[in-house]
């Protein structure tokens, strides 16, 4: 990670936290809304990750790109066509390698508090147990937590994977859930959200393998 006037540069396995951590050093600001974001930056880009109002396509300048045939591309902001929790980069076989941030001088205390203002509402909204991350996309104008705690699916439980009871939008692993339990819990949830509202639930985890 390194930064040079307004500028962040980050390697895209660079963890998230490390990168904020170095803008509020620097007294960059921009970086903010991440706190209590895991992962790292190529899958905080690719995810166009957000939280508290912005996302990263508020912070990224332009990215290098690995292509299959081994030859490095550059692409600007606005050619990595973001959406919510969307970019090109889900769709192209590209591998993301560096990522330049566009950040801009702020106080670091000032940095500091709002970022602990984050992770304090955090702590008292979503889960401690393991968990990864809101399950399903917020619908246009609703909140898929909402919709799922409306359907009086709280607390449900499938083997040891649990719709959590501080947030509707989050499957914790109780102890020993497996991956088979969490996905009948997500069917479930789609499936009753949408006979109870009509309402298709989008999800935000990536599913990756098969039985
Ligand atoms: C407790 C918790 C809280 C969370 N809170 C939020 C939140 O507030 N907001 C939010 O948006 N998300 C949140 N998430 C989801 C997740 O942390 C973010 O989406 C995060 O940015 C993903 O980063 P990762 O490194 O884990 O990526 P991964 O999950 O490993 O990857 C995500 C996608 O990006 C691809 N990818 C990763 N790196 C590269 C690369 N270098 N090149 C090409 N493709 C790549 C992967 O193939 C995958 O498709 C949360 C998750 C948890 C567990």
Redesign the pocket.
């Known amino acids: 990670v390194l930064t040079a006037g307004n500028e962040i540069i980050a390697e895209?396995?660079a963890k998230?936290a490390r990168v904020a951590a170095a803008a509020r050093e620097a007294g960059l600001g921009g970086f903010e809304f991440t706190a209590?974001?895991?992962?790292?930056v190529?899958?905080?880009v690719?995810?166009n990750?957000?939280?508290n109002g912005a996302s990263m396509s508020r912070l990224v300048r332009d990215v290098l790109l690995l292509d299959c045939q081994g030859d490095y591309h550059w692409k600007t902001n606005k050619e990595l066509h973001f959406g919510y929790?969307s970019s090109v980069?889900?769709k192209e076989p590209?591998?993301?390698?560096e990522v330049s941030f566009s950040c801009f001088p702020r106080d670091r205390s000032e940095i500091g508090k709002e970022m602990e203002h984050y992770t304090g509402r955090r702590r008292l909204t979503?889960p401690l147990r393991p968990?990864?991350?809101?399950v399903f996309k917020n619908p246009p104008g609703d909140s898929a937590g909402r919709l799922i705690e409306a359907a009086g699916l709280k607390g449900l439980r499938i083997g040891d994977a649990q719709i959590s009871t501080l947030h509707a939008n989050f499957i914790v692993n109780l102890g020993a859930a497996t991956s088979r339990d969490v996905l009948a819990l997500i069917e479930k949830a789609g499936e009753t959200v949408f006979s109870r509202f009509g309402v298709r639930l989008e999800p935000e985890v990536?599913i990756i393998g098969d039985d």
């Open positions: 895209a396995g998230l209590g974001i895991p992962g790292t190529g899958g905080a690719v995810m990750a957000g939280a929790r980069l889900q590209l591998i993301l390698v979503q968990n990864a991350g809101s990536k």
